[in-house]
């Protein structure tokens, strides 16, 4: 069957649709409301919020489209009264949630919240104060790579990075702050850039809410303290929020994190009628046990929850300074938003132990200290062609990075040598055009074109043969059909191509920071092409359900290491698959959902360079397992499924319980290391008191699965390896090749599951 699908997928490779994603506002309270239906095309509202006349009011169909279901319980979350305007899906994996939907899950992590995007795993495999991992649609995202998120129109993922292209750390955000999160999947929105080629997802944040605070304690030394307010100041409202965390975890080497976060934003009018101002500042510190060789456990060498390097950790801060603004008239909307933000990061890490230096240990250090700043307009058109109305939307998107990186051995934390430094500048114009032609009232097609021009500069301190200046352009095709609704369903079609930008250092690269060898540049924009087919229904009342089938090509998955400083060049790769999302709300207390993913991934062509590899490494099977030549992407995830049930009205008591499933997952192009299943279930209790006071537990991993988290396989080496002994001896020359030396022992490298844990929160609402 994915055969086929692949086939007719393989057909629509064309051209993408419009970009209308607008917040959904989070309602008060905990009542699971039933879904709700807007008449498309929306009505726009004035500045005093009052409708204007359609002029196609005589002529309206009563034909309807088929809009996200309404905020269900808030699990604690604040509320914020106003609500925005909610504009027709444009593809069947389009997907908006109010932050009361978000807050009624229990969650660990900020980044978690995130879960709610069908078919996406937020994980961890270090310390808490490090950006998470994701994985969508097949991809391992690692720390956000063709993932692209922002928080109130300020981009999260960070180009050119000291860890990893896209990096997306979101640990400045509060959860309870959160109005909206809308979800988008695949290159088929012209007003999506950079990152988005697999999603784009997009939070935004409430305007005003009920004073309130709470106080959360548990396992492992959780500590949690928050509090919000917002009062009217002159004609807006001016919101104040805090929050201050500190968690050890379950490992031998305590994280010891210790963060502190806060918001002040200033807002009048609405989302689609005002403007606001927004001030983050976010500082964070942390010990992290890093994942570790699964030889090293079962031999005892360790324990399960235990560090090789118990020096490795991190600390990061980010303030930013951010405003929106937008206008809604009866003739169009306009909008507009700036950010500038100052980032610094500094993370000790040691993942391959003995295998560079068996003395003082492999070690690095990788510093990123930024600012960024961008400023985005669009308007939109309400028009008519040929009597039929139509809606263009015309955008412009620009940033612009100033970046210092650095990366250098290090021992225990203290500086040993350095692998290189540089200074980049880098810098973005994109420009947008989106057209929504209403042909009938059952069918509209979305077209839609950008183009992104590239610039940077690099300046290697400790390599002048990597220092250059380049630029790049690229234009992306977008098109889309929506048919429907029939029998309260509607039938989607959606292409378009898409790009992720490559680190600059390794677009200018030309020898290995480490040894001088050469190597080969890496291209600065990456082309990527996508379709989709499927189908949202409601024909069941209560039950919101979409089936989507999905076909992903990207030229190269190209990355910049990091963790070597240097360019790592893969093949190209194809993925396809088919997700199923169901959202059933049957009563006003009770909401259940079902989420699957089911994806196939593969790279296509052949790696000569592999099958080098493994012919050098003969004879040491230790070092050669898993070293084959194959099509299999490393980390991509074949099953990702989740399961929901949340209970409970505006008072009295409240639950919710989740399990999320994280298939296996090839490690290695030849398949020969395979991660295991990860299964979690988490759950929630609480009563909400008639004062608005509340008092709730969580409880994570309730089945204390003993999984991994995360896995990988790669080369490593431990004294206690045999062929440390043949690549360092105490006395004379090594007996092993220096490829198997420099490969290592190859082995299944994991982070643990948390053990079960339990969270108490105490909330008071004044």
Same mark, same amino acid.
């Given at each position: 069957?994915?055969?086929?699908?692949?086939?007719?997928?393989?057909?629509?490779?064309?051209?993408?649709?419009?970009?209308?994603?607008?917040?959904?506002?989070?309602?008060?309270?905990?009542?699971?409301?039933?879904?709700?239906?807007?008449?498309?095309?929306?009505?726009?509202?004035?500045?005093?919020?009052?409708?204007?006349?359609?002029?196609?009011?005589?002529?309206?169909?009563?034909?309807?489209?088929?809009?996200?279901?309404?905020?269900?319980?808030?699990?604690?979350?604040?509320?914020?009264?106003?609500?925005?305007?909610?504009?027709?899906?444009?593809?069947?994996?389009?997907?908006?949630?109010?932050?009361?939907?978000?807050?009624?899950?229990?969650?660990?992590?900020?980044?978690?919240?995130?879960?709610?995007?069908?078919?996406?795993?937020?994980?961890?495999?270090?310390?808490?104060?490090?950006?998470?991992?994701?994985?969508?649609?097949?991809?391992?995202?690692?720390?956000?790579?063709?993932?692209?998120?922002?928080?109130?129109?300020?981009?999260?993922?960070?180009?050119?990075?000291?860890?990893?292209?896209?990096?997306?750390?979101?640990?400045?955000?509060?959860?309870?702050?959160?109005?909206?999160?809308?979800?988008?999947?695949?290159?088929?929105?012209?007003?999506?850039?950079?990152?988005?080629?697999?999603?784009?997802?997009?939070?935004?944040?409430?305007?005003?809410?009920?004073?309130?605070?709470?106080?959360?304690?548990?396992?492992?030394?959780?500590?949690?303290?928050?509090?919000?307010?917002?009062?009217?100041?002159?004609?807006?409202?001016?919101?104040?929020?805090?929050?201050?965390?500190?968690?050890?975890?379950?490992?031998?080497?305590?994280? /010891?994190?210790?963060? #502190?976060? *806060?918001?002040?934003?200033? =807002?009048? $009018?609405?989302?689609?009628?005002? %403007? +606001? @101002?927004? !001030?983050?500042?976010?500082?964070?510190?942390?010990?992290?046990?890093?994942?570790?060789?699964?030889?090293?456990?079962?031999? /005892?060498?360790?324990? #399960?929850? *235990?560090?090789?390097?118990? =020096?490795? $950790?991190?600390?990061?801060?980010? %303030? +930013? @300074?951010? !405003?929106?603004?937008?206008?809604?008239?009866?003739?169009?909307?306009?909008?507009?938003?700036?950010?500038?933000?100052?980032?610094?990061?500094?993370?000790?890490?040691?993942?391959?132990?003995?295998?560079?230096?068996?003395?003082?240990?492999?070690?690095?250090?990788?510093?990123?200290?930024?600012?960024?700043?961008?400023?985005?307009?669009?308007?939109?058109?309400?028009?008519?062609?040929?009597?039929?109305?139509?809606?263009?939307?015309?955008?412009?998107?620009?940033?612009?990075?100033?970046?210092?990186?650095?990366?250098?051995?290090?021992?225990?934390?203290?500086?040993?040598?350095?692998?290189?430094?540089?200074?980049?500048?880098?810098?973005?114009?994109?420009?947008?055009?989106?057209?929504?032609?209403?042909?009938?009232?059952?069918?509209?097609?979305?077209?839609?074109?950008?183009?992104?021009?590239?610039?940077?500069?690099?300046?290697?301190?400790?390599?002048?043969?990597?220092?250059?200046?380049?630029?790049?352009?690229?234009?992306?095709?977008?098109?889309?059909?929506?048919?429907?609704?029939?029998?309260?369903?509607?039938?989607?079609?959606?292409?378009?191509?898409?790009?992720?930008?490559?680190?600059?250092?390794?677009?200018?690269?030309?020898?290995?920071?480490?040894?001088?060898?050469?190597?080969?540049?890496?291209?600065?924009?990456?082309?990527?092409?996508?379709?989709?087919?499927?189908?949202?229904?409601?024909?069941?009342?209560?039950?919101?359900?979409?089936?989507?089938?999905?076909?992903?090509?990207?030229?190269?998955?190209?990355?910049?290491?990091?963790?070597?400083?240097?360019?790592?060049?893969?093949?190209?790769?194809?993925?396809?698959?088919?997700?199923?999302?169901?959202?059933?709300?049957?009563?006003?207390?009770?909401?259940?959902?079902?989420?699957?993913?089911?994806?196939?991934?593969?790279?296509?062509?052949?790696?000569?360079?592999?099958?080098?590899?493994?012919?050098?490494?003969?004879?040491?099977?230790?070092?050669?397992?898993?070293?084959?030549?194959?099509?299999?992407?490393?980390?991509?995830?074949?099953?990702?499924?989740?399961?929901?049930?949340?209970?409970?009205?505006?008072?009295?008591?409240?639950?919710?319980?989740?399990?999320?499933?994280?298939?296996?997952?090839?490690?290695?192009?030849?398949?020969?290391?395979?991660?295991?299943?990860?299964?979690?279930?988490?759950?929630?209790?609480?009563?909400?008191?008639?004062?608005?006071?509340?008092?709730?537990?969580?409880?994570?991993?309730?089945?204390?699965?003993?999984?991994?988290?995360?896995?990988?396989?790669?080369?490593?080496?431990?004294?206690?390896?045999?062929?440390?002994?043949?690549?360092?001896?105490?006395?004379?020359?090594?007996?092993?090749?220096?490829?198997?030396?420099?490969?290592?022992?190859?082995?299944?490298?994991?982070?643990?599951?948390?053990?079960?844990?339990?969270?108490?929160?105490?909330?008071?609402?004044?």
């Amino acid at each position: 069957m994915l055969f086929r699908v692949e086939i007719v997928l393989a057909g629509l490779m064309a051209v993408v649709p419009d970009a209308a994603a607008q917040d959904v506002a989070a309602v008060a309270g905990a009542t699971a409301l039933p879904p709700v239906e807007v008449i498309a095309p929306q009505p726009r509202r004035d500045a005093g919020n009052r409708p204007k006349p359609s002029a196609e009011r005589g002529r309206r169909s009563t034909r309807r489209a088929i809009a996200p279901p309404a905020a269900a319980g808030d699990g604690g979350s604040a509320a914020n009264a106003s609500t925005a305007t909610q504009a027709p899906i444009s593809s069947s994996s389009e997907k908006n949630v109010s932050g009361a939907e978000v807050n009624a899950w229990p969650f660990s992590r900020p980044a978690e919240a995130l879960e709610v995007v069908p078919g996406l795993i937020v994980t961890q495999h270090s310390g808490d104060g490090k950006a998470n991992q994701y994985f969508l649609r097949g991809f391992n995202l690692d720390h956000g790579t063709d993932l692209a998120i922002s928080v109130d129109g300020m981009p999260v993922n960070m180009r050119t990075h000291a860890h990893g292209q896209g990096y997306a750390d979101l640990n400045f955000l509060i959860p309870e702050l959160i109005r909206s999160v809308n979800i988008r999947k695949g290159p088929y929105f012209a007003d999506e850039g950079d990152f988005s080629s697999v999603g784009a997802v997009h939070v935004s944040l409430l305007d005003s809410v009920k004073t309130m605070a709470s106080i959360t304690a548990g396992s492992f030394g959780y500590r949690r303290g928050f509090g919000v307010t917002s009062t009217k100041l002159g004609e807006g409202t001016l919101l104040i929020a805090g929050e201050a965390n500190s968690y050890n975890g379950p490992w031998d080497n305590p994280d /010891g994190l210790r963060k #502190l976060n *806060g918001v002040v934003r200033y =807002s009048q $009018g609405t989302a689609t009628d005002g %403007f +606001s @101002l927004t !001030g983050m500042a976010y500082a964070n510190k942390w010990n992290s046990t890093d994942q570790i060789p699964s030889r090293a456990v079962a031999s /005892g060498e360790i324990g #399960l929850f *235990g560090a090789l390097d118990p =020096s490795d $950790g991190g600390n990061s801060s980010r %303030f +930013s @300074l951010s !405003g929106r603004w937008a206008q809604t008239g009866e003739g169009g909307s306009s909008k507009a938003n700036f950010y500038v933000i100052r980032s610094s990061l500094n993370l000790w890490n040691d993942f391959t132990y003995l295998l560079s230096d068996p003395v003082s240990g492999d070690q690095f250090h990788q510093h990123d200290d930024r600012v960024l700043g961008g400023i985005n307009a669009s308007h939109t058109f309400k028009s008519r062609f040929a009597g039929l109305p139509m809606e263009t939307e015309i955008g412009v998107q620009s940033r612009y990075d100033d970046i210092r990186l650095d990366l250098s051995n290090t021992v225990r934390r203290q500086f040993l040598s350095p692998i290189r430094s540089d200074a980049v500048r880098e810098g973005s114009v994109g420009l947008f055009v989106q057209n929504t032609l209403h042909w009938t009232d059952w069918l509209r097609t979305n077209v839609g074109w950008r183009g992104d021009f590239y610039q940077t500069s690099v300046n290697s301190f400790f390599t002048p043969a990597n220092s250059d200046s380049a630029n790049a352009f690229i234009g992306s095709p977008k098109f889309g059909v929506v048919l429907g609704p029939f029998a309260r369903t509607e039938f989607f079609i959606n292409a378009g191509e898409g790009f992720h930008s490559n680190d600059a250092r390794g677009v200018m690269i030309t020898e290995s920071p480490g040894d001088g060898s050469p190597l080969q540049a890496s291209p600065f924009l990456v082309r990527t092409k996508g379709a989709e087919i499927g189908l949202r229904t409601k024909m069941i009342p209560g039950l919101t359900s979409a089936v989507s089938l999905f076909l992903l090509d990207s030229a190269s998955e190209i990355l910049f290491v990091g963790d070597a400083g240097d360019t790592v060049a893969s093949r190209p790769s194809r993925r396809y698959g088919i997700e199923w999302t169901n959202d059933y709300r049957p009563l006003s207390w009770l909401s259940l959902e079902g989420d699957i993913a089911v994806t196939h991934a593969r790279f296509r062509g052949d790696d000569p360079d592999q099958a080098a590899l493994y012919a050098s490494l003969a004879g040491f099977p230790a070092a050669q397992i898993g070293n084959a030549p194959g099509s299999y992407i490393p980390g991509a995830p074949n099953v990702i499924a989740s399961a929901g049930i949340t209970l409970g009205e505006k008072t009295g008591w409240f639950s919710a319980l989740r399990y999320r499933y994280f298939g296996p997952r090839p490690l290695t192009e030849d398949g020969a290391f395979v991660s295991p299943a990860t299964g979690l279930l988490n759950g929630r209790l609480g009563y909400r008191f008639d004062n608005g006071w509340r008092i709730q537990l969580d409880a994570f991993n309730i089945l204390n699965s003993r999984s991994d988290q995360i896995s990988y396989a790669y080369g490593s080496l431990l004294r206690s390896d045999a062929l440390f002994a043949m690549c360092f001896p105490a006395a004379g020359l090594p007996t092993a090749p220096s490829a198997v030396c420099q490969t290592g022992v190859m082995d299944r490298v994991l982070h643990p599951v948390e053990p079960l844990a339990i969270r108490l929160t105490v909330e008071g609402q004044f």
